[in-house]
């Protein structure tokens, strides 16, 4: 029996818009903040950084907690746009989202605690053990950014399945975003148990899969009516009311 279901929502152009603030907000905070503030094996110089970026470390911060917002939606809107390709597939596709924003949630915690030792949360400590404190935050949220990589990775497979499997997404960008959980999950096997070839191996390793994501999200949200129209086509094909 063929159901005739018209969704006006953008699911799809949702769901880029989202994805493409998730890398904007997240880029500014991992990369551009953090990043240029963390110098390694100088726990003084990084937090003179932190001490002397005060405004801007701060917005790095708020930029992760607006990141799990909009994860939070893109994680929804994906399962609104592809639950009628394998709604099995599209719910574990949901459950790894939700599984990792707590993860990503509690991260944030980290960079907050060393805006706090920063600011002398601490006074009684004396300045050197202070600075190997907000080093050591640093270095976690550093370890938890890479650990979420196996939630992440196994995410980004599933959306890429559904995305090869669905009819209305370009099959190609399925399959990048498939080959993006050897990326992420390489990258996290190099940081934990490699660690002297992390340098030489993990921007390799995370650079494709980067490049997936960015190609997903820009083509939801300036191809996002095609996508939705042939995702309205294909969820009243006959059959799906069962999926």
């Keep these: ?22 890398a904007v ?14 110098v390694d094996g100088d726990a003084a110089q990084t937090m003179a950084n932190i001490a002397a970026n005060q405004t801007l470390y701060g917005l790095a911060g708020i930029a992760d ?11 929804l809107a994906f399962w609104m746009l592809l639950k009628s390709v394998n709604r099995p597939m599209a719910l574990l596709a949901l ?6 924003l707590p993860w990503m949630g509690a991260n944030v915690v980290y960079h907050f605690g060393a805006l706090l ?14 600075q190997d404190m907000v080093a050591f935050l640093m270095d976690m949220h550093a370890y938890g950014y890479t650990a979420n990589g196996i939630f992440f990775g196994a995410w980004c497979f599933s959306i890429g399945w559904l995305f090869y499997r669905s009819g209305f997404v370009p099959r190609l960008l399925g399959v990048v975003m498939m080959l993006a959980l050897a990326g992420y999950w390489t ?12 340098a030489a191996i993990s921007p390799f390793a995370v650079m494709p899969a980067a490049l997936a994501e960015i190609s997903v999200c820009l083509w939801l949200t300036f191809r996002g009516g095609a996508v939705h129209h042939a995702a309205q086509v294909h969820l009243n094909q006959p059959g799906l009311g069962t999926l």
């Design 1 to 22: 029996m063929t159901i005739q279901t018209e969704n006006t929502f953008n699911w799809a152009r949702s769901a880029g818009l989202a994805y493409l603030g998730v």
């Design 25 to 38: 907000l997240a880029g500014f905070a991992e990369f551009s903040v953090r990043t240029g503030m963390v």
């Design 65 to 75: 907690l607006l990141v799990l917002l909009l994860d939070t939606w893109l994680g």
């Design 95 to 100: 459950f790894l989202n939700l599984l990792r």
């Design 117 to 130: 030792l920063v600011n002398g949360a601490l006074p009684s400590f004396p300045p050197e053990q202070v």
């Design 187 to 198: 990258d996290l096997f190099v940081v934990f148990v490699m660690p002297e070839f992390e």
